[in-house]
């Protein structure tokens, strides 16, 4: 009779728990596409109540973060509202991103089934987007690979991070070695189309590379340490973490990620000469590969120019390597992105301009194809992906100009310029779409010249 009542108070709770729709295929807490709708709004703080109470240095600094315009942001916004959610209601295939998008984007409006959130302007609860407590009720994640939000939330009293002890008046602090670990950044930071494809792999490209082998982690660069206190109530700590995530939306993180050095084969050269330029590029600075997260959009460039002594500027096009899918790594006049019709209503649209740089420059890139075989910016409709040609982390890569020096060319010295440029979407893309110049600002990752000297 004993073994029977102990029996029936494991076994009665669970059953309870389960007829309730507390226990899952993933355990106490529903997690990924499962999650939709499980939990409410006000099972959540606002991130103005924990700032206000007591976290005010690191809500300002998160106020300023990306992670508080995961929603909100201009291009996130036009992206969702003008071409996913089209496109959702439309084909059956990717249906889900009409959802799935919040999952990272929104958490608490994915969780409280707010689908889809009313536009930035209404200013709901959607606004908050990646907020304290969506981080902060983390306990864990469903499966071995951290991807397409299937992180485990648990709303309470409980808060996690990296302490215990020292309870507030307002919550439980929770050590979570989850928090600490790249796998907790992955959940949204690696992302699969409908179609299967990695369309975002940061942790991924960090775990395959040499940063992971020495144990340094996304936090260490994007979250990095410093002394003092991360509650105006709380102890003085030596590490605070800073809550700037500062990354590929920071002018600041971007310049210097890759050292960049130009030589010449040969130091004089007569009109008619060939000159054989080399660029030596090395990704000094990311844990993973350059440039990451939404690969689609984002579009880093080489430029090569030769200023002679008159002033005269020639474009150096860079020198064509013969692999397969080189013709994506070589900016030319070519149109792209027709599948952004299918939300447009435009089945004869044209596309646009593929890249908007310079032709000629080189494209460090990796295409993304919609199932047509057609190049687009939509990873929710890719099916798949063309010549991984980014830099990886401590990746060297060497690329080559050849200019044949003109007969009317002056004697003098020859000034010949390597710019790597940056921008976070393809021009023509944010033209057409009307996203805010802002979106579209050229940022100069690194340059370096050389000289060789002209004569008759």
């Known amino acids: 009779m004993k073994q029977l009542s102990g029996w029936l108070a494991v076994v009665l709770p669970l059953i309870l728990a389960i ?34 109470q007591c976290h005010n240095d690191i809500y300002q600094q998160w106020k300023q973060a990306m992670m508080s315009q995961a929603y909100t942001h201009h291009w996130d916004e036009i992206e969702y509202f003008k071409l996913a959610v089209p496109q959702a209601e439309k084909d059956p295939v990717v249906a889900g991103v009409k959802a799935g998008c919040n999952g990272c984007h929104t958490p608490l409006a994915f969780l409280a089934g707010d689908v889809p959130p009313a536009v930035p302007a209404k200013g709901t609860r959607a606004n908050e987007s990646v907020s304290c407590e969506v981080c902060h009720t983390v306990t864990g994640m469903a499966g071995d690979t951290p991807f397409n939000f299937n992180w485990i939330s648990e709303p309470g009293k409980n808060k996690y991070g990296p302490r215990q002890n020292n309870n507030s008046p307002e919550h439980n602090l929770v050590k979570s070695d989850f928090l600490s670990r790249a796998e907790f950044c992955g959940t949204c930071h690696n992302e699969k189309s409908p179609y299967g494809v990695w369309v975002k792999s940061t942790q991924l490209e960090w775990k395959d590379g040499p940063y992971a082998q020495e144990g340094v982690k996304c936090h260490d660069c994007h979250m990095t340490y410093a002394p003092g206190k991360s509650a105006s109530m709380g102890n003085a700590y030596p590490d605070v973490r800073q809550h700037l995530f500062h990354g590929a939306h920071d002018p600041g993180k971007v310049r210097g990620t890759i050292e960049l ?59 064509k390597k013969g692999f397969e899918g080189e013709e994506y790594t070589i900016a030319a006049d070519t149109l792209a992105y027709q599948d952004m019709g299918i939300a447009l209503n435009d089945q004869n649209f044209k596309g646009v301009q593929r890249d908007g740089v310079p032709a000629g420059d080189r494209i460090f890139r990796m295409p993304y194809f919609d199932p047509q075989g057609r190049m687009t910016i939509q990873q929710w409709n890719t099916k798949s992906q063309g010549v991984d040609y980014r830099i990886g982390p401590k990746e060297t890569r060497i690329e080559t100009c050849t200019f044949v020096l003109p007969d009317s060319i002056p004697a003098g010295l020859l000034t010949v310029r390597a710019a790597l440029y940056y921008q976070r979407l393809v021009k023509p893309v944010a033209d057409f779409l009307g996203v805010p110049a802002d979106e579209t600002e050229v940022i100069e990752v690194n340059k370096h010249q050389t000289t060789i000297n002209v004569i008759d």
């Open 19 to 52: 007829s309730l729709g507390l226990i899952t295929s993933y355990g106490l807490q529903k997690a990924g596409d499962e999650a939709l709708g499980s939990k409410k709004y006000s099972d959540y703080q606002t991130p103005a109540f924990c700032g206000i």
């Open 261 to 319: 050095r130009i030589h010449p084969d040969i130091n004089e050269a007569v009109p008619g000469d060939k000159v054989k330029f080399t660029i030596v590029l090395f990704n000094q600075k990311t844990g993973h590969k350059f440039p990451t997260g939404s690969v689609e959009d984002r579009i880093v460039w080489l430029h090569v120019d030769a200023v002679d002594a008159r002033g005269n500027v020639y474009h150096l096009p860079v020198d």
